[in-house]
């Protein structure tokens, strides 16, 4: 939102929502301080904000110990209606869609099956189409209703061309994915790929609210990573950056998926692990990381080697990400249920022993809660932010 | 600069020094322009800056072709004579010095040895003022004339607190290092960690004036990382981020000086080469890396193979770094001509073959030309940078 290009009259519109949506509830010499503007500057911006319906004011009647006695307290919220968005998490078997309003409340939730992992981006869009049309539905409303909608794909994703390089739920690379969706639609699409997703939905709605420099790794089929930085996400220039799990832990070591040699998700990847277990014992019937959990846990040796050493890679993988950004906090988030192993306690041991700490005060690691449902909110997180963007770019240059 | 926490009208008139800083000079409607500010706030905020003697204004007589014939059109410069300051670098084994003026350009150049890599942070302090000083008579001025002084340091500096959490040159840890200098000087003194100071030297004159997100990587005695992301010097928390020499490349690796194991520099520092070359033969008379590229270029087979594998996890280095952040480009920089095997051809083969590339346009790795100079001179730039944001305070909340 603040970068060079950014129009100075829009950042300080910008702020002001953001302020809101932080504070909830302020008055305009509230937000004049917490933004660094003037207070006329923010009495003219706030008179826009209401006029294109993006925030509400109201009056609070004076309390007995006001010393403005008889005066009323005027304060200002976002407007929850302002306008409604869809957020989209394509998975490997399922497509979730979340709708939401303004603040980022939930409407309506709707998960639909996928009968194949990886289809065309025709098949694929149909798929996403019939979630979103399912999911206002129950909102009771139509997607004609909708400002916004963001879908959200593992792989590597130019968020701002809305473009995928490629990605593991399409049999296609390098396409437009969302132009069939745009067709469909009234509204702008948004693409983008789901660890990013991720990051934004814990800058607006979880633990990432406090923080202006985090990082969020996930670990769900691979290992995703979003990196946020003043307060911005940061995609590099090809949105191809936050390629964590193709990093390299060791020189010419295991094979990847990627068909490349040593990347950190050749050793922790569910079929990493699997590819660890079946070595001398080809007949091995363990087909999912949760079951070599449940080995582990019966005190099978095999497997108990296998998540130790997963999780000694995760360890320095983790301890790299740290000694590169020195963040203000690093939050594991997605499917930790199946992978609870990777959030143990030797992890982070090995994550302490293998961090440049200068003063005893690591980052904090926090394990994210926001359920699996977060992936869909994030998507709804980002599709908020554009819009609000796109309505604050229309109040300096209103629609002919 | 464009931080939540900066003030809205100091940002737009930082917005108009960086703009004059990358174009030399420009009539106020290519200002406005360029900034995306109004034609009315341009002229406003132009005038502030011409009454704190940032810029100058001059007239260019109309040419023939001119539409507006007969009109002058005025044109605005950054003021060369603005202010001076001082930028510093530590080595090992001498401090180099360099005055500036606030286009930054070089005064006077001065550089001192030191008798020991490592000293108090008294003794540093009084080598430092000395050097000032002696740089300050060679530009026939006083040190009196100095609007501020920055002084790059190798270690893990917290610069916006101006604390040392520790450095190679001192051998006290946790100290307010600039406090001494800070008494014998009447302008401000910054610290900043070395690597930093490159990036921001290669910012402000150098390969990185064309780029917003970009990597600079220093090979020096240690391995060092500055990180610039929309446009700003990302430091971490705790100024400890940028570690690169101290991410892992093998679960428990070589050995290195910071006491943990598998950190890069334990296999491309100049003591691990000098350790590899060692092994099986303690009687080597080999003490630098110079010695050991001498070596290998006479065909030495130990030798050889010793630069290979520093080359090659050299190049796992960068690629993950390429993975994580996909830059608009990454710089080498610092002192190659020690250094030539990290930055020749099979190592650049690594890189691109350990990097996730989405489209054949992996970012292009630069050789920095700044020459040794450069740690000096991107401690001018950060002085330069400073002293022009309090100057641009000033104008909101003048002095009394």
Not at 13 to 29: F, I, M, Q, Y
Not at 43 to 52: K, M, N, S, Y
Not at 170 to 188: D, K, M, R, W
Request: proline letters at 4%; a neutral charge.
């Amino acid at each position: 939102m603040l970068d060079k290009k950014t129009d100075l009259g829009d950042v300080t519109r910008l702020r002001v929502l953001d302020c809101l949506r932080n504070h909830g509830s302020l008055a305009r010499k509230e937000i004049a301080l917490d933004i660094g503007a003037s207070p006329a500057s923010v009495t003219a911006i706030t008179a826009e904000l209401l006029g294109a319906g993006l925030i509400l004011e109201r009056q609070l009647a004076p309390t007995s110990g006001s010393t403005a006695r008889g005066r009323p307290r005027v304060m200002l919220n976002l407007n929850p209606e302002a306008f409604l968005v869809a957020g989209v998490k394509v998975a490997r078997r399922s497509i979730s869609v979340v709708i939401c309003n303004f603040l980022g409340e939930d409407q309506s939730t709707q998960t639909i099956k996928l009968s194949q992992t990886r289809q065309s981006a025709k098949d694929l869009s149909r798929a996403v189409h019939a979630a979103i049309k399912s999911a206002c539905e129950l909102a009771q409303t139509g997607t004609g209703s909708l400002a916004g909608i963001a879908v959200g794909l593992a792989g590597q994703i130019d968020a701002p061309r809305n473009f995928v390089h490629w990605s593991s739920s399409l049999t296609e690379n390098g396409l437009a994915f969302v132009s069939e969706l745009q067709a469909a639609f009234p509204c702008p699409v948004f693409v983008e790929n789901d660890a990013n997703l991720v990051a934004k939905a814990e800058q607006l709605f979880g633990i990432g609210q406090s923080y202006e420099n985090f990082l969020v790794v996930t670990v769900e089929h691979g290992v995703g990573l979003g990196i946020v930085i003043g307060g911005q996400l940061y995609r590099g220039k090809r949105g191809c950056g936050a390629e964590f799990g193709h990093t390299k832990v060791q020189l010419d070591g295991a094979l990847c998926q990627c068909g490349q040699r040593g990347c950190l998700e050749a050793y922790i990847g569910e079929y990493a692990l699997i590819r660890e277990m079946s070595l001398g014992d080809p007949g091995t019937t363990v087909r999912t990381a949760r079951d070599i959990s449940a080995l582990a846990s019966s005190g099978d040796a095999r497997a108990c080697a296998v998540l130790d050493r997963a999780g000694q890679m995760f360890g320095i993988g983790l301890a790299n990400l740290i000694n590169i950004f020195d963040p203000d906090c690093l939050i594991l988030s997605g499917a930790q249920s199946n992978l609870g192993h990777l959030f143990a306690d030797p992890v982070l041991q090995r994550v302490a022993a293998s961090t440049t700490d200068a003063d005893g005060n690591l980052p904090p690691i926090f394990i994210g809660d926001l359920g699996d449902s977060i992936w869909a909110k994030g998507a709804a997180a980002l599709a908020i932010e554009q819009v609000a963007a796109s309505k604050v770019a229309a109040i300096r240059n209103p629609p002919h």
